[in-house]
């Protein structure tokens, strides 16, 4: 068999456009769920370890969550634009062009990681400083952030290069990645925060260099993977002209994707900004709460992961009706792992809880928030994945607006007034109302739709 040969074949296999929805779910999901849970365990354990030292530095670790979602989520929104365009030219069997806007993207992806990166380490103190960060935490949150900062660039073009990787249909590589990766940071982290064997006692700095530490294995294997074992990317100087049209069809999507991954974090930053009137305990037990929810939501995060390469390759071979049925299959799995997580939270949440958080009042407010929270995460799943199926279609300003009636018009103001006029757990059943109202919401609307647009190729 020859080389094109084996590429098709490799290509074909992976196919989306055809063969049970309910299997191509399963099986891009399935390894997804792993990965994004060994990823995650990094912040359960840097939170479990660093939580050791004390609540000012545990406290300073929260004030850091939301920005460091928030790059993050930039970067998945750049990935978001990658694997919407990649995967509905590869559903319109043209893998030339494929290869292009995958390689163009991670070009892109590395001059807007050196100038973000650069503008938030020289500018630490300020950003926290106005999320309500006092003399006591702040410190801490520079000693974590400086590192981090440095180590950008081998978080945003490994999640670039993934979602190449996701798009022709393969979950398996970038999941074996992620776990990876998880691996090497939690087993470092412990070492180096305290100081065990030959390693000097960093504290909270200890966990910022282990996952960068980390990050550097990630962006080796995410690139071999890429460039050798899927052949989704090329090495060359790409022609201007061909640059400029591949990042305007990327950041098409990939802006509005960004933007709107960006808003949840935001939403969490103001909230954080608004507990903090509260006490340094009430912003440590939101901090640990969250890391929590973000660590039981994985399996939504996995589907959001998942919908966009069968909705794109569908859409771009124009099976509408296997689009739709994807959505509502989502929505499905969205309700039963839902029922999942709240018979768990509310069997097991104070022990969580008290896992991560040394201070009995910390681990009784986190646990209070779990306890109320926990119904309304199949709304805040619909949402998630609601975004993304209209992401791989090229309808990233729809996916934004999504987000922000979330964030902005349900999430913010009702933790506000709640917080005004009422107290914590008012505020966390705030975040619950908004969940549950935007997800009806968006649900509704992105069937509607995707219905309306499959009655027009009809007619």
């Not at 990050?215 to 890429?226: D, E, H, M, N, P």
């Amino acid at each position: 068999m020859t080389e094109s040969s084996k590429q098709q074949s490799s290509d074909n296999s992976k196919g989306l456009v055809k063969g049970s929805l309910w299997q191509h779910i399963f099986r891009l999901a399935t390894p997804m769920i792993f990965g994004i849970m060994a990823v995650f365990s990094v912040s359960i354990v840097d939170t479990y370890f660093v939580g050791q030292l004390g609540t000012a530095q545990l406290a300073a670790l929260s004030f850091t969550f939301p920005v460091t979602m928030a790059i993050a989520s930039l970067s998945a929104g750049l990935g978001a634009g990658t694997s919407s365009v990649v995967s509905r030219t590869i559903g319109a069997k043209d893998r030339g062009q494929a290869k292009r806007t995958a390689t163009d993207s991670l070009l892109l992806a590395f001059v807007l990681v050196i100038f973000i990166s650069t503008i938030g380490y020289f500018t630490i103190s300020e950003l926290f400083g106005l999320l309500g960060a006092n003399e006591e935490t702040l410190p801490y949150i520079i000693e974590y952030m400086e590192i981090w900062y440095v180590s950008m660039p081998f978080l945003v073009i490994p999640m670039v290069a993934n979602a190449v990787i996701r798009a022709v249909g393969n979950a398996l590589w970038p999941s074996l990645i992620m776990f990876f990766a998880a691996i090497i940071n939690i087993a470092l982290t412990p070492v180096l925060i305290f100081g065990y064997g030959p390693f000097p006692e960093m504290q909270i700095q200890g966990a910022a260099i282990s996952t960068m530490i980390a990050r550097i294995s990630t962006f080796i294997l995410a690139l071999y993977v890429a460039y050798y074992r899927e052949k989704i990317i090329e090495i060359c100087i790409p022609e201007y002209d061909v640059f400029v049209k591949s990042c305007r069809s990327v950041l098409k999507v990939a802006l509005p994707a960004g933007a709107g991954s960006v808003v949840n974090p935001i939403g969490i930053g103001i909230v954080t900004a608004i507990l903090a009137a509260y006490s340094a305990e009430t912003v440590a037990a939101f901090g640990v709460a969250t890391r929590i929810e973000s660590f039981a939501c994985i399996p939504l995060l996995a589907l959001s992961a998942t919908i966009g390469p069968i909705v794109g390759q569908n859409w771009g071979a124009n099976n509408k009706q296997r689009v739709i049925d994807t959505v509502k299959y989502c929505y499905i799995l969205c309700v039963v792992w839902s029922l999942i997580i709240v018979a768990i939270f509310f069997a097991f949440a104070d022990v969580f809880t008290g896992l991560l958080a040394s201070d009995k009042e910390v681990a009784t407010k986190a646990t209070d928030y779990l306890y109320i929270v926990a119904v309304s995460l199949v709304g805040y799943g619909w949402v998630i994945v609601s975004s993304a199926a209209l992401n791989s279609l090229g309808k990233s300003v729809t996916g934004f607006a999504y987000y922000a009636t979330r964030t902005f018009a349900l999430y913010v103001p009702l933790s506000m007034l709640a917080s005004v006029w009422l107290n914590v757990e008012s505020v966390y059943i705030a975040i619950a109302v908004s969940n549950l109202l935007s997800g009806t919401l968006v649900a509704t609307y992105t069937l509607m739709r995707l219905h309306k647009a499959k009655k027009h190729d009809c007619e």
